[in-house]
Structures are given as C-alpha cells and as structure tokens.
C-alpha cells in the first residue's frame, strides 16, 4: 500500500488556496468600492458647492429685478412707493404661497421605511436629540 494517495490532504489544500484567492479578491472590491465613494464624496460636494454658489446668484440676480421693479411701478401706473412696496410685496406671497402649496404636494406620499429612518436620523441629528 505504499502507493496510496490521501486525497484528503490536496483537498484541504485546494480549499485553502481557494479561500485565499476569494478573500484576496473581496479585499480589492472592498478597495477599490472605498475609493469610488471618496472620488463621489468628492464629486458631490464639489457639485454642492457650485449649486450653492448658482443660488446665490440667482437670488443676487431676484433681488435687483425687485429693485428694478420697485423703480418702474411708480413712474409706470403712478403709484406712491409705499404702494408699489406694498403691491411687490403681495406678488411675492402670492407667489410664495403657491411654490410652498406645490411643494408640499411634491413631498407628499408613501416613502420606503429606510428613508423613512434616514430622515428621522437626519432630523434628530440636526436638532440635537
């Protein structure tokens, strides 16, 4: 019997190996998953920025138009300036009243319970409870 084999050696031997290779292979996908999320950390604060930047001159960009506005209605319908203030005022409620009424109809309806949670978290996280 000196030529028997035991197979069961090479076998522990192949799985090992092959354990080794599967924990080597998830260990790159755990790398490489790391560095696309910092790249789209990145990424997205970088669009965050240019958007809040964008707001700010979109608001910069209403304000003149009010002025301007402001200017016009009381050489244009001969208004008092305490009347043209007062009507740009109302416009802008009115208008302000309608954006609020269709967002609150847009953010309204059924959400997954993990967004549920993560706006709950998010809530607490930011007032402090």
Known sequence: M???VDHGEGRRGTMGRMG?????????????????????KRRLLSGALLLSGGLVLLL?????????LLLW???????????SALALA????????LFLRIG????????LPQTTAGITKTTRTLLGR
């Open 60 to 68: 910069l960009a209403l304000i003149a138009a009010e002025v301007a």
């Open 2 to 4: 000196s030529g028997s």
């Open 73 to 83: 209605l009381p050489g244009a319908f001969g208004w008092t300036w305490i009347q």
């Open 90 to 97: 109302a416009l802008n409620l009115a208008l302000a009243g």
């Open 104 to 111: 609150g109809q847009l953010t309204k309806g059924p959400y």
């Open 20 to 40: 080794a290779l599967v924990t080597s292979v998830m260990d790159l996908h755990v790398r490489i998953a790391l560095q696309e999320a910092d790249r789209e």
